[in-house]
């Protein structure tokens, strides 16, 4: 689990482009069982997506409901972007879409998050996606998390979260269920021991 991105961090003290894992003992019920991308990490506070709670929403719904497209331009939408799963990125701003995608799209609005990762947060990628122009890999979210100053911190100190550095496999991919358990088996955590040691059966 020592790994080396990870001491760098942990220098830095700031954990962007890392996995925060919601323990057992989590107090609030919104983090239950939650995987989060930590999008920004700095002095000021912190900013991340829950990578694994679905919304009911459809993709090609939320295009018709934003008037990207109409009914008949939705049955054609392509696969991929018919597809495209839309999740609970949080308890903040939940009206607002964020979509964390691979480098190969890019406008104005566009920030680079850590690597291959970006955050778009603007129509624009939606009507890419929805034509088939998006990125190769995205994860559509409405609503973020966010902490203000030392709030994070004192949080994992309290044994709130466990932290990892991000697979981009994982974030990207669609098994959006299985997410928590696969993440914590990652970093070789067994979560039936975590959940005994946090006296949950």
Request: proline share 3%; hydrophobic share 40%; with cysteine.
């Amino acid at each position: 689990m020592n790994m080396m991105g990870s001491d760098m961090q942990a220098k830095s003290g700031f954990l962007d482009h890392q996995f925060l894992i919601a323990m057992p003992g989590m107090q609030d019920e919104r983090f239950a069982r939650s995987v989060i991308y930590l999008c920004a990490h700095s002095e000021e506070g912190a900013m991340g997506i829950i990578i694994n709670q679905l919304q009911e929403l459809d993709f090609s719904d939320l295009l018709i409901q934003l008037g990207i497209l109409d009914e008949k331009q939705a049955i054609r939408l392509p696969t991929k972007a018919r597809d495209l799963q839309i999740c609970n990125g949080g308890p903040v701003d939940r009206s607002r879409g964020f979509v964390l995608h691979s480098d190969d799209y890019m406008v104005e609005s566009t920030m680079p998050v850590a690597g291959e990762i970006c955050l778009t947060a603007t129509v624009d990628i939606l009507r890419a996606i929805s034509a088939g122009r998006g990125p190769r890999h995205a994860l559509m979210a409405l609503g973020y998390s966010g902490w203000g100053a030392g709030q994070l911190e004192q949080e994992i100190a309290e044994n709130g979260w466990l932290t990892c550095p991000a697979n981009i496999d994982l974030l990207f991919d669609g098994d959006i269920d299985n997410k928590y358990d696969r993440i914590l088996a990652l970093i070789g955590v067994n979560p039936t021991h975590l959940s005994t040691q946090a006296g949950h059966a």
